[in-house]
């Protein structure tokens, strides 16, 4: 199983941009290259929501409706690290950010609204506070 370790939050004031990174790190299957790997956010008392997506395999990615056209999510080229460019944050944004990885099924996985289930992945980091001042 993947590990994985989210730095890059912090607090910023609404209108600002974060970059969220994700290092990947122990066994992989496949050097990484058929992974669903996402980003999750999750406020106290809320369920934790997924906010983007990336299927290592073919580079498809995936987005909830609220962040799109504002939120980023890509890797290097190695695939080994993950990255969530944040733009134009709202204090809605506020949440500790949580970074996702799995190896099995990785394409099915990712494909339509599956990504958005944290029981879709097994790999979780210990997350990164973003907090987004008004």
């Known amino acids: 199983q993947v590990n994985v370790m989210e730095s890059g939050g912090g607090t910023v004031q609404a209108g600002g941009s974060l970059r969220l990174s994700c290092a990947t790190s122990?066994?992989?299957?496949?050097?990484?290259?058929?992974?669903?790997m996402g980003w999750f956010r999750q406020v106290p008392g809320k369920e934790r929501e997924g906010v983007a997506a990336?299927?290592?395999?073919?580079?498809?990615?995936y987005y909830a409706d609220s962040v799109k056209g504002r939120f980023t999510i890509s890797q290097d080229n190695d695939k080994t690290t993950l990255y969530l460019q944040m733009n134009n944050l709202g204090p809605e944004a506020s949440a500790m950010y949580y970074c996702?990885?799995?190896?099995?099924?990785?394409?099915?996985?990712?494909?339509?609204?599956?990504?958005?289930?944290?029981?879709?992945?097994?790999?979780w980091g210990q997350g990164t506070q973003v907090t987004v001042t008004s």
């Open positions: 122990g066994p992989s299957y496949n050097g990484y290259s058929s992974y669903c």
């Open positions: 990336i299927y290592t395999g073919g580079g498809n990615t």
């Open positions: 996702a990885a799995e190896s099995v099924g990785g394409d099915i996985r990712c494909s339509g609204s599956n990504w958005k289930w944290p029981t879709a992945f097994a790999s």
